[in-house]
């Protein structure tokens, strides 16, 4: 794609993370490449056998629903629960979807807008333009924005680094070779240099992975080589003086796309990754606060898993969608695991757990100070919604999301996946725990059993459910044969 006409270029800036991004380009001196509807009618809801009140609209009655949608859908952070949303809101408004032509966009490469099946450059076809795009990936914008519309909603979702380590390790332990030579995570934790390489197969799975998934390029000191990486030179990360977010809808900002500033990529350990020229010699708070100024410039929101059902408020008011658009059932999640989201906090943690939550976000230091910033901005925006309006959305979302788990599942909540004989809806079991899933009640009215389908259907079935739908397969029509007429 060629150079973003004006009308069609992306507010990424907002005057403060343009500042900073202008100071450590003009004080550095380094080259830097760009970084990379009609259906607009709610279906109505689950006729319960005793309703609930109509949706609360979190918006203004006079706001179009946003349907262009960019979701970053990072590792381990309660990202399969936003997923499903998706999935069920672009279903029942017929909107297209970028698709993967697997499961993933060349997962851990950068995306690349050739990998999304049935994309066409532009001039290059005639089919509508693509909605929502929300498959795994490692975000890189400037081939997002050749499949997607400029002015699309991005959007994200982050979770405290000590949570998503114990996650990730039972998850991906046969896949990252760091974590399969430890015998556990605390052991891992207390000498990870032991176990871990940089550019190992599967062990960017064992480090910063959020900072991995965002596609941002890695400070000086952590750069890729034989032998161990320096420690990081300031890992007391929430004591860092990171620049807030924005608060509320950026200004209507436009830009040169010439001035859009990212690190060139570069390769390493066998796969293409974003990281800083040599001649950038910045200590790592400065490096770290210009990326998430970058990042504050490019996502209009970022959800945080330990506030999932506040996120949703928010996510729900930023797009004017109802309540009912963002309620639904929690996916992917292993047996043993946390069932909610809860709050960071070390009341009622062990002193070895205490230790093992110190230990997992000095490690993972750069997705510490991801969700240290994203955090502060989440509240900022509870703040300005308000908080108890936003205690009174949250109780009926929860009220809502309890109803429907009594009238669509079998037992009202996820089962053991030994319990799920439909194909359907059983879940991908991947990692050391059980994936759980849920089982459909029986004597569901029509209507109903296709809305508690989609609430219950896990992202691989859905995404091939939504490929078949935009794809259909053709069908060969057997040839006629012309008869031959007697003379």
């Known amino acids: 794609m060629g150079p973003l006409s004006p009308t069609r270029t992306r507010r990424l800036w907002g005057p403060r993370s343009l500042g900073v991004a202008l100071g450590v380009f003009m004080t550095i001196g380094f080259a830097l490449q760009l970084w990379g509807g009609p259906f607009q009618k709610r279906l109505p809801g689950l006729q319960l056998r005793q309703p609930l009140a109509p949706s609360l609209r979190l918006a203004v009655s006079s706001c179009p629903p946003r349907q262009r949608l960019v979701f970053l859908k990072t590792h381990k952070s309660g990202s399969s629960s936003v997923l499903n949303l998706l999935h069920r809101y672009g279903d029942r408004h017929g909107l297209r979807f970028a698709l993967p032509a697997r499961y993933q966009f060349g997962y851990p490469r950068l995306f690349q807008a050739s990998r999304v099946k049935g994309y066409r450059p532009q001039g290059g076809g005639t ?210 695991g946390e069932q909610g989201r809860s709050a960071v906090s070390n009341s009622g943690l062990t002193t070895e757990d205490m230790q093992l939550t110190a230990r997992a976000r000095a490690w993972n230091h750069l997705d510490w100070a991801l969700y240290v910033h994203f955090n502060r901005s989440l509240w900022a925006r509870i703040n300005q919604y308000g908080q108890s309006r936003l205690e009174s959305a949250v109780a009926e979302l929860r009220a809502r999301r309890e109803a429907l788990a009594k009238h669509c599942l079998v037992g009202g909540e996820a089962l053991d996946p030994k319990y799920i004989t439909d194909r359907r809806f059983r879940p991908f079991q991947f990692g050391s725990g059980k994936v759980l899933g849920y089982v459909l009640r029986s004597g569901l009215s029509l209507a109903d059993q296709e809305e508690c389908e989609r609430l219950a259907t896990p992202e691989l079935q859905y995404k091939d459910k939504l490929d078949a739908k935009q794809f259909p397969p053709t069908v060969s029509l057997p040839r006629k044969t012309s008869r031959v007429l007697s003379p």
Not at 197 to 203: E, F, L, M, Q
Not at 235 to 262: C, M, V, Y
Not at 286 to 306: C, G, H, R
């Open 127 to 336: 089919k509508p333009p693509f909605h929502i795009l929300c498959h795994h990936m490692r975000f890189n914008l400037k081939e997002v924005l050749q499949v997607m519309p400029s002015d699309s909603f991005f959007f994200s979702i982050v979770r405290d680094p000590a949570a998503l380590a114990r996650s990730a390790f039972s998850y991906y332990k046969s896949t990252s070779s760091a974590f399969r030579k430890a015998p556990s995570l605390a052991a891992f934790l207390a000498s990870p240099r032991a176990f871990y390489r940089p550019g190992a197969r599967g062990d960017h799975y064992a480090r910063n992975l959020l900072w991995f998934d965002f596609g941002l390029p890695f400070p000086p000191e952590m750069k890729t080589k034989r032998g161990n990486p320096h420690s990081p030179r300031d890992p007391n990360l929430p004591q860092l003086n990171i620049l807030p977010s924005g608060t509320g809808p950026r200004a209507h900002h436009t830009l040169d796309p010439n001035g859009l500033f990212h690190p060139a990529p570069t390769v390493a350990g066998g796969h293409r990754q974003t990281s800083s020229p040599a001649s950038l010699d910045l200590g790592s708070s400065s490096f770290i606060q210009w990326s998430l100024a970058w990042l504050d410039s490019v996502f209009d929101l970022v959800l945080v898993a330990e506030y999932f059902d506040e996120s949703l408020v928010l996510l729900a008011d930023a797009l004017c969608w109802g309540l009912d658009d963002v309620v639904g059932f929690m996916h992917n999640a292993q047996a043993g």
